[in-house]
């Protein structure tokens, strides 16, 4: 028995959606699977030749867009031109972030701002957007990529991204809680280590420039014993843009090959002093 597409009929407005080259990230992942389960999608990135990678990779059910997410007036146009094309929004998925590393002393003063801008600020920007048109319709799922650093201490200092990323996950769930009135669910996936184009590149300096030891380091840190790919980022963005999961909401959902289960310190990263980071960034 043949089942349907399990986005059939959905319209998803998916944020970061290009890539680095030809390889894969988690937002041309998502973008990728969501068109294969049906849905119509709106590659949104910041540079529209890498949306529009992400488009021909998809086909015609795949509309790219540019826009700079952290501006106001760029995200309005991205909703009002996903309305005016598409005629509605079901899925909003926020894969737009930055990272970086250092304590209050150092990363605070140099990139607070600016993480609170693209890390937070955005995903602000972006549901307040879609929020009339979901209420309107009675339905929409709206999900916010995380990190496992706004759960716990994952093991180097980043004050900034870390703050960004827990601060996030509770406006989730309180967006969760104010709207579900109204049908629509907000959901965070928090990804562990996953094998992307930028994957923790912030570290290279601490083991001398070398990718393949950080690599190492990284299939050694899961218990999985493996970095997770962007195709299992997606798998689970389907299972909350879907209406299997019509009763989930404010969930903060790690997807991190059981990373979260145990405690990460400078230890385990092979570093003498997390201060050493600082040091090397």
């Given at each position: 028995m043949?089942t349907?597409p399990?986005?059939?009929g959905?319209v998803?407005?998916?944020?970061g959606a290009?890539s680095t080259g030809?390889?894969?990230?988690?937002?041309?992942?998502?973008?990728i699977?969501?068109a294969q389960?049906?849905?119509r999608v709106?590659a949104v990135?910041?540079s529209?030749?890498a949306?529009?990678a992400?488009a021909?990779?998809?086909g015609?059910?795949?509309?790219?867009l540019?826009?700079?997410?952290?501006?106001?007036?760029q995200v309005?146009a991205?909703v009002?031109t996903?309305?005016?094309e598409?005629g509605?929004v079901?899925?909003?998925?926020?894969?737009?972030g930055?990272g970086?590393l250092?304590?209050?002393e150092?990363?605070?003063r140099k990139?607070?701002?600016l993480?609170?801008?693209?890390n937070l600020?955005?995903?602000?920007?972006t549901t307040?957007?879609?929020?009339p048109?979901m209420?309107?319709?009675?339905?929409?799922?709206?999900?916010?990529?995380?990190s496992?650093?706004?759960?716990?201490?994952?093991g180097v200092?980043s004050?900034a991204?870390a703050s960004?990323?827990?601060?996030?996950?509770?406006?989730?769930r309180?967006i969760?809680?104010?709207?579900?009135?109204?049908g629509?669910r907000?959901?965070?996936?928090?990804?562990?280590?996953?094998?992307t184009?930028t994957?923790?590149?912030?570290l290279?300096p601490?083991?001398g420039?070398?990718?393949?030891e950080?690599r190492?380091?990284?299939?050694?840190l899961?218990?999985?014993?493996?970095?997770g790919?962007?195709?299992?980022?997606a798998a689970a963005?389907?299972?909350?843009a879907?209406?299997?999961?019509r009763y989930?909401?404010?969930?903060?959902?790690?997807?991190?090959g059981?990373?979260?289960?145990q405690?990460?310190?400078p230890e385990?990263?092979a570093?003498?002093d997390?201060?050493d980071v600082?040091?090397?960034?």
């Amino acid at each position: 028995m043949n089942t349907p597409p399990r986005l059939s009929g959905k319209v998803a407005i998916v944020t970061g959606a290009g890539s680095t080259g030809a390889e894969l990230s988690n937002g041309r992942a998502v973008a990728i699977r969501f068109a294969q389960e049906g849905a119509r999608v709106v590659a949104v990135d910041r540079s529209l030749e890498a949306a529009e990678a992400t488009a021909a990779a998809i086909g015609d059910s795949c509309l790219p867009l540019q826009a700079d997410v952290s501006r106001p007036e760029q995200v309005a146009a991205m909703v009002d031109t996903c309305l005016t094309e598409l005629g509605r929004v079901d899925v909003l998925h926020n894969n737009v972030g930055i990272g970086s590393l250092g304590g209050p002393e150092t990363e605070a003063r140099k990139a607070w701002d600016l993480l609170l801008r693209v890390n937070l600020k955005s995903v602000l920007l972006t549901t307040r957007a879609v929020l009339p048109t979901m209420i309107a319709q009675g339905s929409g799922s709206i999900i916010n990529i995380s990190s496992l650093a706004g759960l716990a201490y994952w093991g180097v200092p980043s004050v900034a991204y870390a703050s960004t990323k827990a601060a996030l996950n509770q406006m989730s769930r309180l967006i969760a809680h104010d709207h579900a009135r109204y049908g629509i669910r907000c959901n965070v996936i928090a990804p562990g280590l996953i094998d992307t184009p930028t994957a923790h590149l912030g570290l290279l300096p601490v083991y001398g420039g070398d990718p393949a030891e950080l690599r190492r380091r990284q299939e050694s840190l899961a218990p999985a014993r493996r970095m997770g790919r962007p195709e299992e980022i997606a798998a689970a963005a389907v299972f909350l843009a879907s209406d299997e999961s019509r009763y989930v909401s404010g969930v903060v959902l790690p997807v991190d090959g059981g990373l979260a289960t145990q405690m990460v310190s400078p230890e385990c990263w092979a570093i003498d002093d997390a201060r050493d980071v600082e040091a090397a960034t």
